[in-house]
């Protein structure tokens, strides 16, 4: 079975743009969750959605929005990019959403200019 | 004090070393405890998943979680130069992915 995939694998954007991220979980798994990792840190949360409903917010401005679909496939938006924004985003999935047993896929490596 | 702390190395072991990776943590709420490896530019993969305290063992690795004292380890027994990476704790209090915090990683380097 094909693990977590993720699109694109690189992307580079200036500041100001608008950048979206693509996720599909591994097959049965309802519950996709979005990071973000700098070089040198863990990952940290950003968004969580089950059932296309979203069931947690990390600490994040409103630059940034998630949704789920039907098929359980996610996207991450991030608008009005930033420096700061630069880092490794990492979609992870799940068969439930409390235990944290997640499954990570490579990653989305953005660099903004 | 951070909610999760983890001595981020690098760490060097020869091959063939039992290598001992540590974190603690302050939210006593935390009762789901797993490592994850993560190789360079790869996504983290989940090695160990433990509930509450106790020890777990699976190949050459084993985790220990003490809850009295917040404090959770992961053991690797001979060690190869295929288990360089980094080790990433995570913890979760259950109830969503904002109860989720990962430490920020050991980098662990095992030399032939």
């Known amino acids: 079975d094909a693990g977590v995939t993720q699109s694109p694998t690189h992307l580079i954007k200036t500041r100001g743009q608008h950048v979206t991220l693509r996720c599909s979980p591994i097959?049965?798994?309802?519950?996709v969750s979005w990071y973000q990792q700098v070089l040198g840190q863990g990952p940290q949360f950003i968004f969580q959605y089950y059932e296309k409903e979203e069931r947690g917010r990390g600490n994040f401005p409103d630059r940034f929005s998630a949704r789920q679909f039907p098929n359980y496939s996610s996207e991450l938006n991030v608008n009005a990019l930033l420096l700061g924004d630069s880092a490794l985003y990492l979609c992870a999935s799940s068969l439930r959403v409390n235990t944290g047993e997640l499954f990570f896929g490579e990653g989305s490596r953005l660099t903004v200019l | 004090q951070k909610e999760v702390e983890q001595d981020p190395g690098p760490l060097s072991v020869p091959e063939g070393a039992i290598v001992s990776l540590n974190c603690t943590y302050s939210n006593s709420a935390f009762q789901y405890f797993m490592w994850y490896r993560q190789y360079s530019r790869k996504g983290p993969e989940l090695l160990m998943y433990?509930?509450?305290?106790g020890n777990k063992e699976d190949g050459r690795f084993t985790a220990q979680v003490d809850k009295s004292s917040k404090y959770i380890s992961l053991f690797i027994r001979d060690s190869q130069p295929s288990d360089s990476a980094t080790y990433l704790c995570?913890?979760?209090?259950?109830?969503?992915?904002?109860?989720?915090?990962f430490g920020p990683g050991t980098r662990l380097s095992v030399l032939p």
């Open positions: 433990t509930y509450s305290s």
């Open positions: 995570a913890m979760s209090a259950g109830g969503g992915g904002q109860n989720f915090v």
């Open positions: 097959s049965g798994h309802k519950s």
